[in-house]
């Protein structure tokens, strides 16, 4: 089937990431408890709320505070939680818009939190005269839509919104269990295991 639309993860995907860099800075400004949960991988448990869109910016800092008995500033934890997000390669972001200027429908699909959003949108994807909201048709994000994958509706409420067919899309992700729920529902996908890999399709 022909492909006409492309859905991208964000993290692993378009952007960068770097756990050490984000323990360090967490250590950095006395919070080793929450340094301890990344390195153990247990960012689930401490970070779910903020990518569902459950509890504010604030909120997750108040978290964050309560965990690591500290008196750390909100945006000293914020700084510290975007520590995690290194770079969008200009490769990607020109390639991006070659495929846009090829007839390709672009859609963005993140769990991310509104931190890391901020982040990307004002730091990583500004590119000549274009901004993050140049490079997609449309943007779906965890923490506004409320939903996460690889929760199925996640990927049917993005296949009804943007109006297209899941046997024309293509869905590049980093994670095998949010490829395996798009598969389920009749989306073409690519495992993007590499950071780069998806430029080479």
Not at 128 to 142: M, T, V
Not at 154 to 160: C, G, K, N, Q
Request: charged share 30%; net charge negative.
């Amino acid at each position: 089937m022909l492909i006409k639309n492309i859905i991208f993860d964000l993290g692993g995907v378009l952007v960068g990431l770097d756990d050490q860099r984000c323990i360090d800075a967490f250590k950095a400004i006395g919070a080793p408890q929450i340094a301890q949960y990344i390195e153990d991988h247990r960012t689930e448990d401490l970070f779910y709320d903020t990518e569902v869109g459950n509890i504010s910016q604030h909120e997750f800092c108040n978290e964050v505070r309560r965990i690591a008995s500290c008196n750390v500033r909100d945006e000293d934890i914020v700084w510290a939680w975007n520590r995690l997000l290194t770079v969008i390669p200009n490769e990607k972001k020109v390639r991006l818009l070659e495929l846009h200027d090829k007839g390709f429908r672009l859609f963005l699909l993140s769990n991310t939190n509104e931190m890391h959003w901020n982040y990307c949108a004002e730091e990583l994807f500004p590119y000549k005269r274009w901004i993050a909201q140049d490079f997609f048709d449309e943007i779906y994000l965890s923490y506004e839509l409320h939903k996460i994958k690889p929760q199925e509706d996640i990927f049917a409420t993005v296949l009804a919104d943007a109006g297209i067919k899941a046997e024309e899309t293509l869905f590049i992700d980093d994670n095998e269990a949010n490829i395996a729920a798009a598969r389920e529902l009749g989306i073409q996908t690519f495992w993007n295991e590499h950071p780069d890999d998806w430029l080479k399709i």
